[in-house]
């Protein structure tokens, strides 16, 4: 028999049992003159036996050759009349294939498995021990490629969880299991399993982002901090009792919107019930966020927000941690505590809850192509030193908030069911506990999605010419909708190994700092013809802030 890589690849031991060589990217080559049934019959006449190598003869020009990929390394069952089988089941061999190969490379082997052999089933959902259609470790597996395949149905998820595992004449028959057995087996596990997950993969990319910044949003350089973004988000869910007695719906006080909403922070994915009161509901979740992640808030950052006003006494809690930069809305009182600083900033006083603050001020225009934008920013820090933090560049680092924010719940709610607005829930779980349950599992699945990103963009070569020549390649330059597609077509195709596959993610790039500006910001995609409409008319030109009468 002659192996064939099809991509680059050695093996230079016999594999363990389950492990697929090369990762799932090797191909035998077996002359069909080879190939023999070993149960005595025909090929072809459907035995649920494998094929057998009869001969090993030098594969020559010109000859009818079969390729067959490897699926599985199993142990070998033989029946009566030489029926060759498969010991075991999809379940002990399917895997979540690159996201399982970046988590394992950042956080080691087996996390899923540890966690499965971790789990307690409830009893009342899964009784007794014996193993059947489904196992705890292939269940986690399905509930995160779930909230990558929005559109599919859960029985779907299993079978392409499964790919060409289903095919494996196996000595125990194996079918995806009904969707009814698939919803108890939800039950069973619980949320606590994925939120375990999700913890992992939050914490290996946290570690990630402080072995090597991604985002390279960098200020100061004495003291140089790195930027992140803090906004919340809404998300519909199915309208049941217990959904809408959880978690309630914005906008009217009588609870009448098509669907409860949750309303969630994905910083560490604290969430709770949307509330008619959005303010109020973030800063709750801002307060669990810090209460429960306080290694997020650390002295090294600076965190942006929003026009969402946070009140003194959590401005307080936040900076003796860490440092902001927070946009004020304009009916937000401000008392000047000095003069007009050199850089055109100045000090005031936040008052509210019975704290003071002081925090400096930068107000600035921005003008796109010529026309102003019809509001002035007022941002406020607490960074007081003008030569290390000058205010200009303050007020350029504020325009990351979108990326951080806004363009990064985008691509995270794309794999989202109707994310758009007014298009339905945007998950599928009738239960508050199975909603956590599908959130954490969307959160472990987005980040290894990313982090898949992210080891493409170390591996790709710098672009040879264009704006970028030479630069290293940053993980934005890296489609978010083209990795989720890349990797769910890998798990289908059983594809264990993400190095050929990053390679080739790699060679598609976005192009990045555009300059891009429309009149009309819209966080969905939209629906209806885009020619014709002045509202949402898109520029090209760069942003230019004016603060104290001077252009920066």
């Not at 705890?136 to 599919?152: D, G, H, K, Q, S």
Request: proline letters at 7%; glycine letters at 10%; hydrophobic letters at 45%.
């Amino acid at each position: 028999m002659h192996v064939y890589p099809v991509v680059p690849s050695a093996v230079s031991s016999i594999p363990e049992e389950g492990e697929v060589p090369g990762g799932g990217s090797l191909m035998v080559a077996v002359r069909l003159a080879d190939l023999v049934s070993p149960a005595g019959r025909p090929l072809g006449e459907g035995d649920r036996s494998a094929l057998a190598v009869g001969g090993t003869a030098r594969i020559r020009t010109g000859e009818p050759v079969v390729f067959c990929k490897i699926v599985a390394v199993a142990p070998a069952q033989v029946r009566r009349g030489g029926v060759v089988q498969a010991k075991g089941s999809p379940l002990h061999h399917a895997t979540l294939g690159p996201l399982e190969g970046w988590l394992g490379e950042k956080a080691g082997p087996g996390v899923i498995d540890g966690i499965a052999e971790r789990a307690v089933l409830r009893p009342e959902f899964v009784k007794g021990e014996r193993e059947r259609l489904l196992a705890a470790a292939f269940m986690i597996r399905v509930l995160v490629l779930m909230t990558l395949m929005p559109e599919a149905r859960i029985s779907d998820v299993v079978a392409a969880l499964a790919g060409d595992l289903a095919l494996v004449p196996w000595s125990r028959r194996w079918a995806a299991a009904s969707e009814r057995a698939l919803g108890d087996w939800r039950n069973a596990l619980g949320p606590e399993p994925l939120e375990e997950l999700q913890d992992i993969v939050l914490r290996a990319s946290w570690q990630e982002h402080e072995d090597r910044d991604w985002r390279a949003v960098i200020i100061g350089r004495a003291r140089p901090l790195k930027a992140g973004s803090l906004d919340g988000t809404l998300i519909r869910v199915p309208d049941t009792p217990a959904n809408r007695k959880a978690f309630g719906s914005v906008g009217t006080g009588d609870d009448s919107s098509p669907f409860p909403q949750l309303r969630a922070l994905p910083l560490n994915m604290p969430h709770g019930p949307a509330g008619t009161d959005k303010a109020a509901a973030e800063q709750k979740l801002l307060d669990t966020a810090m209460e429960q992640y306080p290694r997020l808030f650390a002295p090294d950052r600076i965190w942006i927000m929003d026009r969402l006003y946070h009140g003194a006494a959590r401005i307080a809690r936040l900076i003796a941690r860490t440092h902001v930069l927070i946009r004020l809305k304009s009916d937000i009182p401000l008392k000047r505590a000095g003069a007009i600083l050199t850089d055109g900033s100045y000090l005031a006083e936040i008052s509210g809850d019975g704290v003071t603050v002081i925090v400096r001020v930068i107000e600035y225009w921005v003008t796109v192509g010529g026309q102003e934008v019809p509001e002035m920013f007022c941002l406020v820090t607490d960074l007081m030193d003008i030569e290390e933090y000058p205010a200009a560049g303050l007020a350029a680092l504020y325009k990351w908030r979108w990326d951080g924010s806004e363009t990064a719940l985008r691509e995270a709610k794309a794999s989202l069911d109707g994310a758009g607005p007014s298009a339905g829930p945007m998950l599928r779980s009738g239960s508050p506990d199975l909603i956590r349950q599908e959130l954490a599992a969307w959160a472990a699945a987005t980040e290894m999605t990313r982090g898949v990103a992210r080891a493409a963009a170390a591996a790709a070569a710098p672009a040879r010419e264009g704006r970028r020549a030479g630069l290293p390649v940053q993980a934005r330059e890296i489609s978010h909708a083209r990795a989720r597609r890349v990797v769910t077509a890998a798990i289908r195709a059983g594809i264990a190994s993400y190095t050929a596959l990053t390679r080739e993610l790699g060679k598609h790039r976005t192009v990045v700092d555009r300059n891009r500006h429309r009149v009309r910001k819209a966080k969905c995609a939209s629906t209806f013809p885009r020619a014709g409409r002045a509202d949402t008319a898109t520029r090209i030109a760069p942003a230019v802030i004016t603060l104290a009468n001077t252009p920066a």
